[in-house]
C-alpha cells in the first residue's frame, strides 16, 4: 500500500497517449539529420527536447541547438492528431478533485508543446502545472519533481509521482518522493526501487482520510 499527500503526474505516456506524435516529429527530424531512427527513439522517451537535441548533435552551436528545438517545438505542438487521455485517466483525475486531493502534472515538454496536448486530450486543469522552461536540469535530475512538491506545499516524501518512462521514475526517486510506474519498460535496478507497478491506470483507486491518501488495487 503507498500514502502521500498529493500527487505529480507525467503527461506524456502516462496521462495521455502522445506517442504517435512524439515519434512521426522525431522519425522525421532522425531522417533530417541522417540519425539513426531506432537510436532516437529509444533516447528521447520522458527527456526535454532540448537534451535530445544535445545528444544528437553534439558539435552543434548553441543557436543552432536552439532554433532546433523551437523548429521541433512547433512540429509538436501543431500535431495533436491521435492525442487523447490514457484509459483509467478521467476517473482517477476526477477522485482526486472530488477528495480534493492535491495534483500537479510535472512534464518535460515545454509550454506549447504540454498544453496543446494536454488540450487535445481535454484534461482537467491543474493548479500546478511544471514544464521544462521552469527547471535548470531536466527528468531524470531530480529537479522537476522537486519543485512539482513545492509548489504544492508538499515535502517531496508526501509526494506520489506516476510515471511512464525511466527518466521520469529516475527523477522521481531521486527527488525522494514514492513512484507508480505505469506501463513503464523499466531495467532492472530501477524497477526494484519503483513502490508500485502497474500496467494502466484503471488497476488503482485513492482514498483520502484526514489528509493522507492511500492508493489500493482494484
Not at 531522417?31 to 535530445?52: C, E, M, R, W
Request: glycine share 6%.
Amino acid at each position: 500500500m503507498i500514502q502521500g499527500k498529493g500527487f505529480l503526474f507525467d503527461l506524456d505516456g502516462t496521462l495521455v497517449n502522445s506517442l504517435p506524435v512524439v515519434e512521426r516529429a522525431y522519425i522525421n527530424w532522425a531522417k533530417l539529420h541522417q540519425l539513426d531512427i531506432p537510436t532516437v527513439l529509444a533516447f528521447i522517451h520522458g527527456k526535454q527536447a532540448i537534451t535530445s537535441i544535445r545528444h544528437f548533435l553534439p558539435h552543434a552551436s548553441e543557436a543552432e541547438l536552439q532554433a532546433e528545438l523551437r523548429q521541433l517545438e512547433q512540429i509538436e505542438a501543431e500535431d495533436t492528431d491521435g492525442v487523447a487521455a490514457l484509459p483509467g485517466v478521467f476517473d482517477l483525475l476526477n477522485q482526486l478533485q472530488a477528495q480534493q486531493i492535491p495534483w500537479a502534472i510535472v512534464t518535460s515538454g515545454t509550454i506549447p508543446v504540454a498544453h496543446a496536448r494536454h488540450q487535445a486530450a481535454q484534461l482537467i486543469c491543474p493548479e500546478i502545472f511544471i514544464t521544462a522552461e521552469l527547471v535548470k536540469h531536466g527528468k531524470p535530475h531530480p529537479d522537476p519533481y522537486l519543485l512539482g512538491a513545492a509548489k504544492l506545499g508538499l515535502q517531496p516524501h508526501d509526494c506520489i509521482v506516476v510515471e511512464d518512462a525511466t527518466a521520469g521514475v529516475m527523477s522521481g526517486l531521486a527527488a525522494g518522493c514514492s513512484v507508480i510506474a505505469v506501463n513503464a519498460p523499466l531495467p532492472e535496478d530501477v524497477q526494484r526501487d519503483v513502490h508500485l507497478v502497474i500496467d494502466s491506470l484503471e488497476q488503482i483507486s485513492v482514498f483520502k482520510q484526514d489528509s493522507i491518501v492511500e492508493i489500493k488495487l482494484k
